[in-house]
T-cell receptor, first 113, second 115 residues
Framework: DAGVIQSPRHEVTEMGQEVTLRCKPI?????LFWYRQTMMRGLELLIY????????DSGMPEDRFSAKMPNASFSTLKIQPSEPRDSAVYFC???FGVGTEAFFGQGTRLTVV | AQTVTQSQPEMSVQEAETVTLSCTYD???????LFWYKQPPSRQMILVIR??????QNATENRFSVNFQKAAKSFSLKISDSQLGDTAMYFC????????????FGKGTHLIIQP
């Protein structure tokens, strides 16, 4: 397996624009996580899915953020409208079952100017 | 809610030395999982070692070992014979055992291995 695949690797956008980050988890994994990493706040869990169903989205900063998982092999994280404070590295991770480690994608570095 | 505390923002040691990274955590659960992840400058998050809370034996992976003290809620990472490639951010991570709680990360320790 190629691991967790995220796209794009880098994204630069203007304030107010819509941004969509994409993730393909490892085949067979039933959990998918979205994290945000910043210098100030470290790694924060935004939302996670189990069998394509959102389980906990309490970490989503505000209504501008939304995430979907239409099937077991694809998830998106959308920010609309984007703001400079959304600039961060966004990671997607997947795991199988309870208690196993999560495998991370390479992350998307988002810069909102 | 779980919290994970890493009290050492940065550490620096000479190559071949042994170094210990500290981690404490707070949880109300009896069954959970602990991990150390490494993040080199490439940004990739890499699993270093894993420990199940119900196991008393400390996990070991080659040069990496942990000292898991469940009562004290302590989970330190020891790196023996450190190598230049060990230079990275190290994150202590807690994961709940009652379901698939998201991973809770500590703030990280930046480890620098000097030649």
């Amino acid at each position: 397996d190629a691991g967790v695949i995220q796209s794009p690797r880098h994204e630069v956008t203007e304030m107010g624009q819509e941004v969509t980050l994409r993730c393909k988890p490892i085949s067979g994994h039933d959990y998918l996580f979205w994290y945000r990493q910043t210098m100030m706040r470290g790694l924060e869990l935004l939302i996670y899915f189990n069998n394509n169903v959102p389980i906990d989205d309490s970490g989503m900063p505000e209504d501008r953020f939304s995430a979907k998982m239409p099937n077991a092999s694809f998830s998106t994280l959308k920010i609309q409208p984007s703001e400079p404070r959304d600039s961060a590295v966004y990671f997607c991770a997947s795991s199988f079952g309870v208690g196993t480690e999560a495998f991370f994608g390479q992350g998307t570095r988002l810069t909102v100017v | 809610a779980q919290t994970v505390t890493q009290s050492q923002p940065e550490m620096s040691v000479q190559e071949a030395e042994t170094v210990t990274l500290s981690c404490t955590y707070d949880t109300s659960e009896n069954n959970y999982y602990l991990f150390w992840y490494k993040q080199p400058p490439s940004r990739q998050m890499i699993l270093v070692i894993r420990q199940e809370a119900y196991k008393q034996q400390n996990a070991t992976e080659n040069r990496f070992s942990v000292n898991f003290q469940k009562a004290a809620k302590s989970f330190s990472l020891k790196i023996s014979d450190s190598q230049l490639g060990d230079t990275a951010m190290y994150f202590c991570v807690h994961k709940g055992g009652g379901g698939a709680d998201g991973l809770t990360f500590g703030k990280g320790t930046h480890l620098i291995i000097q030649p």
